[in-house]
């Protein structure tokens, strides 16, 4: 066995003896008395696990500070290239915490990676290497204060209204607001909550880079149910939400397809290979800023079929485009 499975092992015999020997350790682990005492004081140091020596049972069992409450070794269900693999996760997780939330997030989980990395047994110059195979490249990324992340997080977990101070873009005055957090939405880059505005007595979506102060109340958040929210703020395309789905319709060109077909455009949408190649998608959007900014990035090799309103709109850009030349 490998030794995140010995640690386990060691841990269930102490718990479910309360006292076991060095020899009926050894016994049942299969490894050499140097291989044990390392594990035990690997256990011990890096671990936290309190584990003492009972001399009069002469034993080891669980001491003092496991009494108050049951201890548990932090992931030792995983085996190594599980814990490879969170290491990595670590490295993606920060690399999205450094685009939207000024390293908020990965400062409250950097005590749990560093019990990760002691269970691979690296020191921590090994695990920097690891997690430096592991890049996120991210480009217009929008910064917000962290202390208002922070308050919006915790407000969507403790379920209580926030009072902000909220400013659009090109809105120079802003609003005070009180809202009910439902959650948090992460979108291309940026941060977003999903609130009921007690204002506006609506569903909003707001930028939380939009944000200029958020303070956590003392009133119970409005209670929503996922479905619900996700019926009034999930059908339209991208971030938008809100107002009534209209069906867009696109062909791309059978060059452009070979790429694109393999894209999750919308969870909604429809699509099909045509006999010549080209790839005809169908998906719904209620605003078409963001579809239209996607369908940019294809110009020259996809063609709006629909609805007329789009394709005026898509042509109105392209014809901006190339006036700007």
Same mark, same amino acid.
């Given at each position: 066995m490998d030794r995140t499975e010995r640690f386990y092992k060691i841990e269930h015999l102490i718990r479910s003896r309360g006292c076991v020997s060095f020899a009926e350790l050894i016994e049942a682990l299969e490894v050499s008395p140097a291989t044990l005492k390392r594990d035990l004081a690997y256990l011990r140091e890096r671990l936290d696990a309190p584990i003492e020596y009972d001399a009069s049972d002469n034993g080891y069992r669980f001491g003092q500070q496991s009494r108050g409450g049951r201890h548990e070794l932090p992931g030792v269900w995983f085996n190594e290239a599980e814990l490879h693999a969170l290491l990595t996760m670590q490295q993606m997780l920060a690399g999205l915490d450094e685009q939207g939330a000024n390293g908020v997030v990965g400062r409250h989980l950097q005590p749990m990676f560093d019990k990760i990395t002691g269970m691979l047994g690296v020191d921590m110059a090994e695990a920097d290497e690891l997690r430096r195979r592991v890049k996120l490249i991210g480009t217009a990324r929008r910064r917000m204060a962290s202390d208002s992340f922070e308050t919006v997080g915790s407000a969507v977990v403790k379920r209580k209204r926030l009072a902000i101070r909220y400013r659009k873009k090109r809105d120079v005055a802003?609003?005070?607001?009180?809202?009910?957090?439902?959650?948090?939405?992460?979108?291309?880059?940026?941060?977003?909550?999903?609130?009921?505005?007690? %204002?506006?007595?609506?569903?909003?979506?707001?930028?939380?880079? #939009? /944000?200029? +102060?958020?303070?956590?109340?003392?009133? =119970?958040?409005?209670?929503?149910?996922? %479905?619900?929210?996700?019926?009034?703020?999930?059908?339209?395309? #991208? /971030?938008? +939400?809100?107002?009534?789905?209209?069906? =867009?319709?696109?062909v791309f060109s059978a060059e452009a397809a070979a790429w694109v077909s393999r894209e999750e455009w919308h969870p909604a949408q429809q699509s099909e290979f045509q006999p010549d190649g080209r790839w005809r998608l169908r998906l719904p959007y209620v605003d078409d800023t963001e579809l239209l900014m996607d369908l940019l990035r294809h110009a020259g090799q996809v063609e709006v079929l629909g609805p007329p309103a789009l394709r005026e709109a898509y042509a109105q850009r392209l014809r901006q485009a190339v006036a700007a030349l």
């Amino acid at each position: 066995m490998d030794r995140t499975e010995r640690f386990y092992k060691i841990e269930h015999l102490i718990r479910s003896r309360g006292c076991v020997s060095f020899a009926e350790l050894i016994e049942a682990l299969e490894v050499s008395p140097a291989t044990l005492k390392r594990d035990l004081a690997y256990l011990r140091e890096r671990l936290d696990a309190p584990i003492e020596y009972d001399a009069s049972d002469n034993g080891y069992r669980f001491g003092q500070q496991s009494r108050g409450g049951r201890h548990e070794l932090p992931g030792v269900w995983f085996n190594e290239a599980e814990l490879h693999a969170l290491l990595t996760m670590q490295q993606m997780l920060a690399g999205l915490d450094e685009q939207g939330a000024n390293g908020v997030v990965g400062r409250h989980l950097q005590p749990m990676f560093d019990k990760i990395t002691g269970m691979l047994g690296v020191d921590m110059a090994e695990a920097d290497e690891l997690r430096r195979r592991v890049k996120l490249i991210g480009t217009a990324r929008r910064r917000m204060a962290s202390d208002s992340f922070e308050t919006v997080g915790s407000a969507v977990v403790k379920r209580k209204r926030l009072a902000i101070r909220y400013r659009k873009k090109r809105d120079v005055a802003g609003s005070d607001r009180e809202v009910s957090p439902q959650r948090l939405v992460h979108h291309r880059h940026a941060w977003y909550l999903d609130a009921w505005c007690h %204002a506006s007595d609506a569903y909003r979506r707001f930028a939380l880079d #939009g /944000i200029e +102060a958020a303070t956590l109340l003392d009133a =119970a958040a409005k209670p929503v149910s996922l %479905a619900e929210l996700e019926a009034e703020l999930d059908q339209g395309y #991208g /971030i938008f +939400a809100g107002g009534t789905p209209r069906q =867009a319709e696109l062909v791309f060109s059978a060059e452009a397809a070979a790429w694109v077909s393999r894209e999750e455009w919308h969870p909604a949408q429809q699509s099909e290979f045509q006999p010549d190649g080209r790839w005809r998608l169908r998906l719904p959007y209620v605003d078409d800023t963001e579809l239209l900014m996607d369908l940019l990035r294809h110009a020259g090799q996809v063609e709006v079929l629909g609805p007329p309103a789009l394709r005026e709109a898509y042509a109105q850009r392209l014809r901006q485009a190339v006036a700007a030349l």
